[in-house]
């Protein structure tokens, strides 16, 4: 499975933008779809996932509420509506997906993913 993402930029505080991840290859086998994030000088941490097959989603208690994971199946997409944006949520985007099924405690660690795309900047101006 391939993954590529999209759609991050500079947005002053308060704006929103949109991420997409297009997968392609052995699309079949994905079980879950996540968003991750990393700031300059941290960890990684999860955003957000959303089930392939009943899209449940999923959400960091950070950005529930302000983000909405989504999926479309047909186009192979998942997409992070990001809304009220605040400077803390400057990172690089990154979308995941698992290969097999796990656990839901793995939704949330990336340890439980084994496709990941290349990352896309957002960058929240105050």
């Known amino acids: 499975v391939q993954l590529q993402a999209s759609g991050g930029g500079l947005v002053q505080a308060g704006g929103s933008l949109r991420l997409s991840c297009v997968a392609s290859?052995?699309?079949?086998?994905?079980?879950?779809m996540g968003w991750f994030r990393q700031a300059p000088g941290k960890e990684r941490e999860f955003a957000g996932a959303i089930s392939w097959s009943a899209g449940s989603t999923y959400y960091a208690d950070s950005v529930k509420g302000r983000f909405t994971i989504s999926r479309d199946n047909a186009k192979n997409t998942v997409s992070l509506q990001m809304n009220t944006l605040k400077p803390e949520d400057t990172a690089v985007y990154y979308c995941?997906?698992?290969?097999?099924?796990?656990?839901?405690?793995?939704?949330?660690?990336?340890?439980?993913?084994?496709?990941w795309g290349q990352g896309t900047q957002v960058t929240v101006s105050s």
């Open positions: 995941a997906a698992q290969g097999k099924y796990r656990d839901i405690y793995y939704y949330t660690r990336g340890v439980g993913y084994d496709y």
């Open positions: 290859g052995r699309t079949s086998s994905m079980y879950v």
